[in-house]
C-alpha cells in the first residue's frame, strides 16, 4: 500500500448527495481494505454522513456543493474532511429531546473521540471550511 492515498468527490448540496457521499467513502474504504461492516466501517459513514447533512443543511444558501476528502497516511491515520464555501464556523446547537435535528456535530465529536481521533476546522481556499476528522486506520475484518 503507498504510503499516502487520496480519494475526492465534489457533490451537490442536495439532500441525496448524502447518500453518495455516504457510498462513496464506504467504496474508498473497502478499495482500501477496510471491509464494510467493520465497527470502524461503520463510525467513519455515520461521520461522513453527518457531515454531509450539515454542508446540504446549513449552508446550501451560500454553498451549492461541498466536497469529501478522504486521505490515508501512512496505513496509519484516516483523515476524512467535507468542504463547503460558507465561511460560518459549525456551532452546537441545543438538542432538545422534542427536535429532530442540532445532535449532528455532537454525533460526530463522540464518534471521533471513542474512536481515537481529533476533529478540526480549517479555512478553505474560497473562504469556506473543510471539517475534518483524523482517525487511527483500523481495517478488521467484519465478523
Same mark, same amino acid.
Not at 481521533?117 to 486506520?137: F, H, M, N, S
Given at each position: 500500500?503507498?504510503?499516502? +492515498?487520496?480519494? #475526492?468527490? *465534489? ?10 457521499? !455516504?457510498?462513496? =467513502? @464506504? ?34 444558501? +451560500?454553498?451549492? #456543493?461541498? *466536497? ?10 484516516? !483523515?476524512?474532511? =467535507? @468542504? ?37 476546522? #480549517? ?21
Amino acid at each position: 500500500m503507498a504510503d499516502h +492515498q487520496e480519494a #475526492t468527490i *465534489t457533490l451537490p448540496s442536495a439532500p441525496a448527495s448524502v447518500t453518495a457521499a !455516504r457510498r462513496y =467513502v @464506504t467504496w474508498v474504504l473497502a478499495e482500501w481494505g477496510m471491509p464494510d461492516g467493520s465497527d470502524a466501517a461503520d463510525a467513519i459513514r455515520l461521520i461522513v454522513s453527518e457531515l454531509a447533512t450539515n454542508a446540504v443543511q446549513h449552508t446550501s444558501d +451560500q454553498s451549492p #456543493t461541498f *466536497t469529501v476528502d478522504v486521505r490515508l497516511e501512512h496505513a496509519e491515520r484516516l !483523515r476524512v474532511g =467535507v @468542504t463547503d464555501s460558507h465561511p460560518r464556523r459549525p456551532r452546537r446547537l441545543p438538542a432538545a429531546v422534542q427536535q429532530d435535528n442540532g445532535r449532528g456535530m455532537v454525533i460526530i465529536r463522540t464518534l471521533t473521540a471513542e474512536s481515537g481521533g481529533e476533529l478540526t476546522v #480549517t479555512p478553505a481556499p474560497d473562504g469556506g471550511k473543510t471539517i475534518w476528522v483524523a482517525l487511527p486506520w483500523l481495517p478488521v475484518a467484519a465478523p
